[in-house]
């Protein structure tokens, strides 16, 4: 049974930083998929960042390019999303999801396992 587990988030003023981490169990072979994704109120969900573990470079949501960054903790299983210079914006619930695809993009249907998802508010 894989488990996909938050951990961080809350409210900063814009500007500021949070960092949010994620672990992943159960299942965890040398190569997956790991990404971030994350709803506002009333919108889509948005894919914000996805890195194949053990090998592969980050792809990137346009939005938070150049802000965000994704980091792996390969012997722990975990996935730390950095935000830097956060905007009112990037306020949502934030998903970590794992995948064992072939794929690891920006496209929340070929994910697998989620998180219950973690609020990040952004005030101005």
């Known amino acids: 049974q894989v488990q996909v587990v938050e951990s961080g988030g809350g409210s900063v003023q814009a500007g500021g930083s949070l960092r949010l981490s994620c672990v992943a169990s159960g299942y965890t072979p040398s190569g997956y998929c790991m990404g971030w994704f994350r709803q506002a109120p009333g919108k889509e969900r948005e894919g914000v960042v996805v890195t194949y573990i053990n090998g592969g470079n980050p792809v990137y949501g346009d939005s938070v390019k150049g802000r965000f960054t994704i980091s792996e903790d390969n012997a722990k299983n975990t996935v730390i999303l950095q935000m830097n210079s956060l905007k009112p914006e990037d306020t949502g619930m934030y998903y970590c999801?794992?995948?064992?695809?072939?794929?690891?993009?920006?496209?929340?249907?070929?994910?697998?396992?989620w998180g219950q998802g973690t609020q990040v508010t952004v005030s101005s």
């Open positions: 999801a794992a995948s064992y695809s072939n794929w690891c993009r920006l496209q929340s249907w070929e994910f697998n396992y």
